[in-house]
């Protein structure tokens, strides 16, 4: 180990992570106001083995690489400073090597929220101060609005089921307003130039060599994950992607850099703010590149790796509002975009393992029969399901790293409703494709989609009605062997007669897939009546209205949003697809008694239907025949006294789904 240097506070230093900008950069902001005769010393740590689940995948490895180029540009051009670019397995022992080498004594840095980084940034601070009890550290909010912990969301249902967006809105309301954002600092000195001429001995890599590290080493904490994304294409596959991404308008070559951020965020407020209300929905808005989208603000990776701050958006919708330049009907859906990402982080310090787990713990015994397939899972990968929306969307991705959000969502309902296959393989999917790839939101998005979130859609996204491409022109535009089709059959081609698939140059089977499943009905009662076996296995996490409940850190029980075709087993229910809503006419059977308990309701939800199933499992018939063995020995045991609420109501069609919940700007 090496000796520890007496600190003589020359220098102090920026820990950079995600937050690869000048302007309001709150650690580098008060570095250098605070040290005005002191050397700067920007870092940035690669260090994947201590990260775990929040090692970026591959594209958003892709994107981290060209925003440091670009950081670094402006650090050097404006600041006369040296980003230092390290490589080591653990961030300890780099910051102990910079220390002793730069004599450090404070380190400026902003906070995280991953769990894993969060539990890294202790142990860095408690083992540095054991070296060096001089050594004063200075950390600052600025990647969320709101601190997690800050946020107080009481058990129960407030105007809403805990953890869902609107009671944690009003729970901000009590806590100061996000401040506003800091200005870019101003340039220093010529004494604090000159006082950096040590930083040419420090150890630093290229950004050349740090591409090798990021995008050829695929150790990812003793996975590798990046090794079939890149292979021998990478840099094909990376050129494609930063492509999409470069807008002339931009004034700039480097897409990921702030000045793109600021150009896209000053594009968007101007231009597509206005219709973003009416068209966020629809995927068929784009012009010649995705760069164009005429709805959405295509912000989140800005967002995600720091080229604009939360509250530098905050702060702007907020002064467009005031301004009347755009009325507050325009501006609902997307001001509540911010708090979306900050209730992700919100989930995320509640269930730190979220990512892997579901929230809804009783769920992770649901059998994802379509997981004894392993070509569903590739065919959905590739965009080769035969359902062209949802192809379109998934070989959008694997083109340019991003995808609209209402059709991410039509992606992730479709793996999990449909081809019964678990949320977590289309989470880590996202994960190693997506350049905003976000552990938090990423995770609170797929385990909704998975039904085991807080909030569970409350929707059901058919991938044959066309509703987010009405035009066509996203089908057209991503899966060009289906161009020549009439827009009548365009989500549909199956439909159409051989004759005329031919004269459009597509044949099912050869030029494009035939469907990997058929009957979308069928499949989705697969999934949901397994859902519902596995609720009924769990009576303890099931209220007497049939809604799950969960079990907070704080260790109150609270009631979350459950569907209503799980909370009313014994109800038939009439679909009815409408675009990407779905009406459910809810009727229930009559039976000779007025009260039903509600044990037996749970008991009786699958046995009709399940035995019909497509995906059902012997083991899965298994604990069927022990569940319902259980259920009426509880039956025998606890009389009427768990008379069911839900028998007693009189049953209403379900509420239509009237908008898309996003989980992410857009």
């Given at each position: 180990m090496p000796e520890s240097k007496s600190l003589s506070g020359e220098a102090v230093v920026v820990w950079i992570r995600k937050d690869l900008r000048v302007r309001d950069n709150p650690a580098?902001?008060?570095?250098?106001?605070?040290?005005?005769?002191?050397?700067?010393?920007?870092?940035?740590?690669?260090?994947?083995?201590?990260?775990?689940?929040?090692?970026?995948?591959?594209?958003?490895?892709?994107?981290l690489l060209e925003s440091l180029r670009s950081f670094k540009e402006s650090l050097k051009d404006k600041y006369?400073?040296?980003?230092?670019?390290?490589?080591?397995?653990?961030?300890v022992n780099a910051m102990k090597d910079l220390l002793r080498d730069s004599g450090a004594n404070r380190i400026f840095y902003n906070r995280v929220y991953e769990p894993a980084l969060q539990k890294r940034d202790k142990q860095l601070e408690c083992r540095l101060k054991s070296l060096h009890p001089s050594l004063t550290f200075s950390s600052f909010p600025g990647y969320l609005l709101y601190e997690p912990s800050k946020v107080d969301v009481p058990a129960g249902f407030h105007g809403g089921h805990w953890g869902t967006l609107m009671p944690y809105i009003r729970a901000t309301r009590k806590l100061p307003t996000p401040a506003r954002p800091l200005p870019a600092p101003p340039s220093p000195s010529i004494s604090l130039r000159t006082a950096r001429g040590f930083e040419k001995t420090l150890s630093s890599l290229t950004i050349s060599e740090m591409k090798e590290h990021m995008l050829v080493d695929s150790t990812t904490g003793g996975k590798s994950r990046s090794s079939f994304r890149w292979g021998v294409k990478r840099d094909r596959c990376a050129s494609k992607i930063l492509e999409a991404w470069t807008r002339p308008e931009d004034g700039t070559d480097n897409p990921a850099s702030e000045e793109a951020g600021q150009a896209r965020l000053q594009?968007?407020?101007?231009?597509?703010?206005?219709?973003?209300?009416?068209?966020?929905?629809?995927?068929d808005v784009y012009t010649k590149s995705m760069s164009g989208a005429s709805a959405v603000s295509t912000l989140s990776p800005f967002l995600r790796w720091g080229q604009?701050?939360?509250?530098?958006?905050?702060?702007?919708?907020?002064?467009?509002?005031?301004?009347?330049?755009?009325?507050?009907?325009?501006?609902?859906?997307?001001?509540?975009r911010l708090f979306?990402?900050?209730?992700?982080?919100?989930?995320?310090?509640?269930?730190?393992?979220?990512?892997?787990?579901?929230?809804?713990?009783?769920?992770s015994k649901h059998p994802w029969e379509g997981e004894r397939d392993p070509n569903l899972l590739r065919s959905w990968q590739r965009g080769q399901t035969g359902y062209p929306i949802v192809d379109a969307a998934m070989r959008e991705l694997w083109e340019t790293g991003w995808m609209q959000q209402s059709v991410?969502?039509?992606?992730?309902?479709?793996?999990?409703?449909?081809?019964?296959?678990?949320?977590?393989?289309?989470?880590?999917?996202?994960?190693?494709?997506?350049?905003?790839?976000?552990?938090?939101?990423?995770s609170m998005m797929w385990q909704n989609a998975g039904r085991s979130g807080i909030d569970q859609w409350n929707f059901i996204l058919n991938p044959t009605s066309g509703a987010q491409d009405p035009a066509g022109t996203y089908v057209r535009r991503w899966i060009p062997e289906l161009a020549r089709l009439p827009k009548k059959y365009l989500h549909k081609p199956w439909e159409a007669d051989v004759k005329l698939l031919r004269s459009c140059g597509v044949i099912l089977g050869e030029t494009y897939p035939n469907r990997v499943i058929v009957d979308l009905k069928k499949a989705?009662?697969?999934?949901?009546?397994?859902?519902?076996?596995?609720?009924?296995?769990?009576?303890?996490?099931?209220?007497?209205?049939?809604?799950?409940?969960?079990?907070?850190?704080?260790?109150?029980?609270?009631?979350?949003?459950?569907r209503r075709e799980l909370r009313n087993p014994r109800g038939t229910y009439k679909e009815t697809e409408s675009g990407n809503r779905v009406t459910k006419t809810v009727r229930k059977r009559r039976h000779g008694r007025a009260n039903v308990k509600a044990q037996r309701t749970r008991n009786l939800c699958t046995t009709s239907n399940l035995d019909r199933s497509c995906r059902t499992s012997g083991s899965a018939r298994e604990s069927r025949v022990q569940w319902i063995s259980n259920a009426h020995e509880n039956d025998k045991t606890h009389g009427n006294?768990?008379?069911?609420?839900?028998?007693?109501?009189?049953?209403?069609?379900?509420?239509?789904?009237?908008s898309l919940k996003q989980m992410r700007v857009d």
């Open positions: 580098l902001y008060y570095a250098m106001q605070t040290n005005q005769k002191a050397a700067i010393i920007p870092v940035f740590i690669w260090s994947p083995e201590e990260e775990d689940n929040s090692v970026p995948g591959a594209a958003a490895r892709l994107w006369g400073l040296s980003l230092l670019l390290l490589r080591s397995s653990s961030a594009h968007f407020l101007q231009k597509n703010l206005q219709n973003y209300e009416k068209w966020r929905s629809r995927a604009i701050s939360c509250r530098t958006l905050f702060w702007a919708i907020k002064n467009m509002e005031a301004s009347g330049r755009i009325s507050s009907g325009k501006l609902k859906t997307f001001s509540r979306w990402r900050d209730l992700a982080y919100f989930h995320f310090e509640a269930f730190p393992d979220m990512q892997s787990f579901p929230i809804r713990s009783h769920y991410r969502m039509v992606a992730a309902s479709f793996l999990v409703e449909y081809l019964g296959i678990s949320w977590m393989r289309g989470r880590e999917w996202f994960a190693e494709t997506l350049i905003d790839e976000d552990l938090a939101i990423n989705r009662s697969c999934t949901v009546e397994g859902l519902r076996l596995v609720r009924a296995a769990a009576p303890e996490f099931i209220d007497s209205a049939g809604y799950d409940v969960i079990v907070l850190p704080s260790g109150h029980r609270t009631r979350v949003f459950t006294a768990g008379e069911s609420k839900l028998g007693q109501k009189n049953s209403a069609a379900l509420k239509e789904g009237t």
